[in-house]
């Protein structure tokens, strides 16, 4: 039956995220393309999930070398004769569309009439159907980016369409989804029908009916969408009605979702559009102190974080609900990475903001009083306990970022000792991976926040044996956060680390030569490259040149890219007797020969000639 299907798909998922792919696929593939064949449409379907829940666990396998010919099965699935084997194979390209980005896009011509075609009957079609085609699609069109524009019309008319004229309240629901996900990928190219879907999302968050509150909560997450996307000239005159209206929600349904939508959604969203010319009287009904406070801050980003921040607080301290904490901590942590120092400019904000993430590391909030949720087994509140934790200690390093080192010192040393704590191995990899990731993200903060160096170089006695430790962790993610942590750590603390050079190099040293998760290695030649752009002086070139231009170019983590273009600039103009630049082009012409040849195949024959001469050089 049912069930069982699903624990073999859970077996196949297992074995995909843990086997080499190549020999999984040996042993699944011609059981599965037997059952492609098969009369029984079940059967059908089976092969056609298989593919599905391979997608993530062997994504590289996939977009790497069998991407056409599985894309081509699922597409044939599509006008199976079995609605059961149609579903599965819109299953199987929204799992596509997730995990095998962005090879997957290229195939828009062939993808986007089929499913455009499947949304052309939709109250003709079982709603759990219909899911998946949304499902599908919405995977798909958010890596698109303006390459959805030739399909915007169809795509639009569809969805107002079943705003307007569908009864079904699940239909609409996906419809205004999809438009958060459209939204995504136009931009301002969806300014033409930004009217139309704005009046439906206002109706729908006008009623306070029951049946309606999954709507309502999926239309503020896409009016969250369409205040980042669409541009704040367009947004910016509805911003103060949709306040409201999620305001009036909020004071008359007492539901979680709704609040942690309102939360993120209107706070932060109105946040961003910055309010510029905003005129909010018009508004001033029900909620009286609120408005009063919108009016009085329209024309000022400084006001507005006045009424915002501590809404976000207090919010934080007394709300019951996990998830709608996690939406406030995200919110906050998104006003201050926006607006960094206005954030700051009251005094008493750095302190209020310190010791609501102190809080929340100590678990001293409402919301983890050990109670929870009745409908959540231990386990999941455990895991959103440990989330609530990662969100609040995402907002350190923005607040190093936003605030002098001077001044964040005090409570930095409050809160270091709780990330630190974390970092120890009877800890979960998960807590060990977030702390050194918080750590290193700490001090990438202070390379450039005013007083920064010297805050980092009188941290460093206390991070240096944490961050190695963590080089020498099991875990690959572990071991990546602490080799981007002693970077950065060289970086920041500039010449007082000086003295800790060698054996930093030494513990690259020790993992270059056995490491071998291509993300480990590029982040230990963005560590190199960081220590190098802090003291070239201080780093011995001649051995690490050649070990940095022998694992370049990056395989994952293009991030450090501009870390390595910029230590590479240096290398160029550096003190000529060390031969820097002859050692580069020797390790690229060694170790990246074709790429090599073709970038100086372009160059006069005079200077190729004195090109080659110098790399074949003893």
């Known amino acids: ?102 090879e997957v896009s290229k195939y828009c011509a062939e993808l986007m009439p089929l499913l455009l075609g499947y949304l052309s009957s939709l109250n003709e079609a079982k709603v759990g159907h219909v899911t998946k085609a949304f499902y599908a699609l919405e995977n798909f069109m958010e890596n698109l980016g303006a390459d959805i524009e030739p399909y915007l019309p169809t795509l639009m008319e569809t969805m ?49 009916t029951e049946e309606m509150r999954s709507l309502q909560t999926q239309s503020l997450d896409t009016l969250s969408v369409l205040a980042r996307t669409i541009g704040k000239d367009v947004f910016s005159p509805l911003a ?74 207090e919010t934080v301290r007394t709300e019951p609900e996990r998830l709608v904490v ?79 080192a001077d001044s964040f010192a005090p409570f930095l040393n409050d809160l270091l000792p709780l990330i630190m704590g974390k970092t120890k191995s009877t800890g979960t990899v998960a807590e060990r991976s977030f702390s050194l990731g918080t750590i290193g993200e700490i001090l990438q903060a202070l390379v450039t926040a005013p007083g920064g160096q010297g805050l980092a170089g009188r941290l460093s006695n206390r991070l240096l044996p944490v961050l190695v430790a963590g080089v020498r962790d099991s875990d690959p993610e572990v071991r990546n956060n602490s080799v981007f942590g002693l970077g950065c750590l060289a970086q920041a603390a500039g010449p007082i680390v000086l003295t800790d050079y060698p054996m930093m190099l030494s513990v690259f040293s020790n993992l270059l030569v056995k490491e071998s998760d291509a993300r480990v290695i590029d982040n230990l030649c963005g560590a190199l490259c960081r220590m190098i752009l802090s003291n070239v002086e201080a780093v011995p070139l001649e051995q690490v040149v050649p070990a940095l231009a022998a694992r370049l170019p990056l395989k994952e983590d293009m991030e450090e890219n501009k870390t390595v273009f910029s230590c590479l600039a240096l290398l160029y103009t550096h003190s000529p007797s060390l031969n820097t630049a002859v050692l580069l082009m020797k390790q690229f012409a060694q170790n990246h020969c074709a790429e090599f040849q073709a970038a100086v195949r372009p160059l006069p024959a005079e200077q190729q000639a004195k090109l080659s001469a110098v790399v074949t050089a003893s």
């Open 240 to 313: 103060a009605e949709c306040v409201q209206l999620g305001l009036n929600l909020t004071d008359t349904i007492d539901d979680p979702d709704l609040r942690r939508c309102t939360y993120v959604t209107q706070c932060f969203r109105f946040l961003s559009t910055h309010l510029a010319g905003l005129n909010t009287n018009a508004y001033i009904d029900e909620k009286e102190d609120a408005c009063d406070a919108l009016g009085e801050i329209a024309f000022t980003l400084l006001k507005l974080l006045e009424v915002v921040l501590p809404c976000f607080v």
């Open 326 to 404: 996690m939406g406030v901590l995200e919110s906050m942590n998104g006003v201050i990475k926006s607006c960094e120092g206005e954030v700051f400019r009251n005094p008493s904000r750095l302190k209020e903001i310190s010791y609501v993430i102190r809080d929340v590391l100590k678990k001293k909030m409402a919301c983890q009083d050990g109670g929870g949720d009745e409908a959540e087994d231990e386990d999941q509140q455990a895991e959103y306990d440990a989330m609530l934790q990662e969100f609040a200690g995402e907002g350190i390093p923005l607040v190093a970022s936003a605030v002098p």
């Open 1 to 102: 039956g049912g069930h069982k299907l699903f624990v073999y798909f859970q077996i196949i998922d297992t074995m995909a995220l843990h086997m080499a792919p190549e020999k999984l696929f040996q042993q699944l593939m011609p059981l599965t393309q037997a059952c492609l064949v098969s009369e029984n449409p079940y059967q059908r379907k089976g092969a056609i999930m298989c593919l599905a829940v391979l997608a993530e666990g062997c994504a590289d396998h996939i977009r790497t070398k069998m991407l056409s010919s599985l894309l081509q099965t699922v597409c044939q699935s599509l006008s199976d004769s079995s609605q059961v084997v149609r579903s599965a194979g819109l299953f199987a390209l929204g799992q596509f569309s997730e995990h095998l980005q962005p």
């Open 160 to 208: 107002l369409s079943a705003l307007n004229n569908t009864d079904n309240l699940k239909i609409k629901e996906l419809a205004v989804s999809a438009i958060g996900a459209i939204a995504n990928a136009a931009k301002e190219l969806l300014v033409p029908y930004f009217s139309p879907v704005i009046e439906s999302l206002k109706g729908f968050l006008t009623t306070t």
